[in-house]
Nanobody
Framework: VQLQASGGGLVQAGGSLRLSCAAS????????MGWFRQAPGKEREFVAR???????RYVDSVAGRFTISRDNAKNTVYLQMNSLKPEDTAVYYC????????????????????????WGQGTQVTVSS
């Protein structure tokens, strides 16, 4: 599956941005879609994911501020980011994997880079203080 992320930019602390990730393919509704981010000099880290039944999971540092959602009719996943902080500054990547890989397990966390086989190109988010 091919992924195209967009929506990054420069925003002041406390502001909001919405990232979008459009996916190719006809099996989008069976995918687990994730968002990861990578700051300079740091490893890529999990941010949020949404599975085929819209079950969501977030890293603690963004819970309550970020919301992941999906529109299966548009093959698109979104990341609404509110109350942004300078520490949210990073390149944000969307990722995809088929739920069939784990037999559509609702227990599997899908929160590591190794869980995902397809990646978008990344979009820069910069939050100024």
């Amino acid at each position: 599956v091919q992924l195209q992320a967009s929506g990054g930019g420069l925003v002041q602390a406390g502001g909001s941005l919405r990232l979008s990730c459009a996916a190719s393919g006809r099996a989008f509704r069976t995918y687990v879609m994730g968002w990861f981010r990578q700051a300079p000099g740091k490893e890529r880290e999990f941010v949020a994911r949404i599975n085929w039944i819209a079950g969501t999971r977030y890293v603690d540092s963004v819970a309550g501020r970020f919301t992941i959602s999906r529109d299966n009719a548009k093959n698109t996943v979104y990341l609404q980011m509110n109350s942004l902080k300078p520490e949210d500054t990073a390149v944000y990547y969307c990722a995809a994997t088929s739920g069939s890989g784990t037999g559509y397990s609702t227990v599997h966390e899908y929160s590591t880079v190794h869980d995902y086989g397809s990646w978008g190109q990344g979009t820069q988010v910069t939050v100024s203080s």
